[in-house]
Antibody, heavy 117, light 111 residues
Framework: VDLMESGGGVVQPGGSLRLSCVASGFNFKYSWMSWVRQAPGRGLEWVANIKHDGSETYYLASVQGRFSISRDNAQNSLYLQLNSLTPEDTGVYYC????????????WGQGAQVSVS | QSVLTQPPSVSGAPGQRVVISCTGSSSNIGAGYDVHWYQQLPGSAPKLLIYGNNNRPSGVPDRFSGSKSGSSASLAITGLQDEDEADYYCQSYDSSLSGYVFGTGTKVTAL
């Protein structure tokens, strides 16, 4: 399993960013996927997840309405659209393979850095 | 904000046994949801260490073990090694938040 995030960067408050995650080594089209973030020097925080066919999505309350998770199974890709960013959204964003039937994350990418300032 | 509570740090001499606690509530661990553990080495991404309370993925040494009771869980490292120095996080599902929740994290130090 390999997960590779991209699209991170520096953005001003109120700005937008789109993160991507390319997956390989497993049947992406049959897997739930999640995004998890980690603020500098802080712990892990689950952000959102999406069902294998994209028909169901779930979000952390503090990002609901600002962030949008999506996927393109033909491209083995997962996305996270981040809008109305605040400094509190700063951190490393990880994509992870989600075993939703058992509520855990069994493989993680290396992360993409998002800085809002 | 973290819903599951862990001690900020634990330490032990190499070869000793250390235990990390994870305390939840009636909407997560106490509701019967399983607890999972992740290891995050310095500068690296998290890695699944224990799933389903007490199961080790392939490749995880058997010195790592997990348990769950009531609204709490624990991770034990029996025979602490220098390479075990890392941050450890518990994780479960919370029905009132409708999402995954992580512990506050515990830094393990080999003295």
């Amino acid at each position: 399993v390999d997960l590779m995030e991209s699209g991170g960067g520096v953005v001003q408050p109120g700005g937008s960013l789109r993160l991507s995650c390319v997956a390989s080594g497993f049947n992406f089209k049959y897997s739930w996927m999640s995004w998890v973030r980690q603020a500098p020097g802080r712990g892990l925080e689950w952000v959102a997840n999406i069902k294998h066919d994209g028909s169901e999505t779930y979000y952390l309350a503090s990002v609901q309405g600002r962030f949008s998770i999506s996927r393109d199974n033909a491209q083995n890709s997962l996305y996270l659209q981040l809008n109305s960013l605040t400094p509190e959204d700063t951190g490393v964003y990880y994509c992870a393979k989600d075993l939703a039937f058992a509520y855990y994350l069994d493989s993680w990418g290396q992360g993409a850095q998002v800085s809002v300032s | 904000q973290s819903v599951l509570t862990q001690p900020p740090s634990v330490s032990g001499a190499p070869g000793q046994r250390v235990v990390i606690s994870c305390t939840g509530s009636s909407s997560n661990i106490g509701a019967g949801y399983d607890v999972h553990w992740y290891q995050q080495l310095p500068g690296s991404a998290p890695k699944l260490l224990i799933y389903g309370n007490n199961n080790r993925p392939s490749g995880v040494p058997d010195r790592f073990s997990g348990s769950k009771s009531g609204s709490s869980a624990s991770l034990a490292i029996t025979g602490l090694q220098d390479e075990d120095e890392a941050d450890y996080y518990c994780q479960s599902y919370d029905s009132s938040l409708s999402g995954y929740v992580f512990g506050t994290g515990t830094k393990v130090t080999a003295l």
